[in-house]
């Protein structure tokens, strides 16, 4: 009866962990204003959430939370203008007021700081706002 009882817990357990890992959406790209504010795009390839987390410090708020299901046309069409801006190839060290896209690929991070008040901000976060 033991050795049963085991047995149907090992193998619920082994056919659950497929389904949970898959549950799980991987960061795919993030985006962080001048303010700090994020918006964090997660996925697995096929449907994609957009998670905003806003910054609140002292009299200044970026808002309330939110997320928002996020067709894959509408993703790509964020990414590749994002991907225009990565490749101006901005460098140098973030200061206020610049932004920040993070992309992650494989689990390889990489980091891209934006032009404070640059065309490239603009046009990202039109696109962002958009999606709320």
């Known amino acids: 009866m033991k050795s049963t009882l085991c047995l149907t817990i090992a193998l619920a357990a082994m056919l659950l962990a497929p389904l949970t890992a898959q549950e799980k959406a991987l960061p795919v790209l993030q985006y962080v204003d001048g303010h700090g504010n994020s918006y964090e795009f997660l996925g697995d390839g096929d449907s994609y959430t957009l998670e905003f987390e806003p910054v609140k410090k002292g009299k ?57 008040n640059s065309s490239d901000i603009k046009e990202i976060e039109a696109l962002l706002y958009a999606l709320f």
């Open 60 to 116: 200044y708020s970026g808002g309330e939370p939110a997320t928002r299901r996020v067709s894959k046309d509408s993703f790509e069409k964020v990414s590749a203008r994002m991907e225009k801006a990565i490749k101006r190839k901005t460098t140098g060290t973030r200061e206020r007021g610049t932004a920040l896209i993070i992309k992650s690929v494989k689990g390889d991070q990489k980091e891209y700081i934006l032009p404070k």
